[in-house]
Antibody
Framework: QGLLVQSGPELKKPGDSVRVSCKAS????????ISWVRQAPGQVFEWIAW????????QYEAKVQGRVTLTWDRSTATVYMDLKSLTSDDTAVYYC??????????WGQGTLVTVSS | EFVLTQSPATLSLSLGESATLSCRAS??????LAWYQQKPGQAPTLLVY???SRATGIPPRFSGSGSGTEFTLTIHSLQSEDFAVYFC?????????FGQGTKVDLK
């Protein structure tokens, strides 16, 4: 089990890229992955990506495939989510969450990404 | 497109009453369904996974049931801290999807 702490809010323009970090203190589970989920204003949660830090294997949802990249920095136990070519549709609160037998069982506090011209 | 449909949208109940929340899947998902609670301004909390297994630290008044396409979350004897939004999530198919949520508020 681990505590996830995310980076702060971001304000970006259309076409920009954004990097959101998720530091996993006390992360020790080799079987667990970390998922990223977002919630746009007034919308349903949307799962967008997953990484297994132990192996670096990733999965991306088709809607963001090609625009999103997850990476794991072992030295700082941090997952980075990079999202490029932002549009207003990417405006949302982004969450990271630990995924294991218990899906999305520990969540970060969320990071608001606002895309506006 | 795979869809999870929750009902009702809002449930207005009094302290001590029981709440019954429904989540219907558009295709069979076995028991690969989880329930979460979210309070305003907070991240969600996992309540139930595998349709009926309570997550670590979750009190026994929360119980999940169902399989296939019909799932239920029951909250027995509502406490003040239980008034929140509840949503379901399936991890059987990709992309993983979520229900639109049921708000449980105080009558």
């Amino acid at each position: 089990q681990g505590l996830l702490v995310q980076s702060g809010p971001e304000l970006k323009k259309p076409g920009d890229s954004v990097r959101v970090s998720c530091k996993a203190s006390q992360y020790t589970s080799s079987d667990a992955g970390i998922s990223w989920v977002r919630q746009a204003p007034g919308q349903v949660f949307e799962w967008i990506a997953w990484i297994r830090p132990q192996t670096g294997v990733t999965q991306y949802e088709a809607k963001v495939q090609g625009r999103v990249t997850l990476t794991w920095d072992r030295s700082t136990a941090t997952v980075y989510m990079d999202l490029k070519s932002l549009t207003s549709d990417d405006t949302a609160v982004y969450y990271c969450a630990i995924d294991s037998e218990q899906p999305l069982h520990s969540w970060g506090q969320g990071t608001l990404v606002t895309v506006s011209s | 497109e795979f869809v999870l449909t929750q009902s009702p949208a809002t449930l207005s109940l009094s302290l001590g009453e029981s709440a019954t929340l429904s989540c219907r899947a558009s295709e069979r998902i076995g028991n690969n369904l989880a329930w979460y609670q979210q309070k305003p301004g907070q991240a969600p909390t996992l309540l139930v996974y595998g349709a009926s297994s309570r997550a670590t630290g979750i009190p026994p008044r929360f119980s999940g049931s169902g399989s296939g396409t019909e799932f239920t979350l029951t909250i027995h004897s509502l406490q003040s801290e239980d008034f929140a939004v509840y949503f379901c999530h399936q991890n059987n198919y990709r992309p993983r999807t979520f229900g639109q949520g049921t708000k449980v508020d105080l009558k």
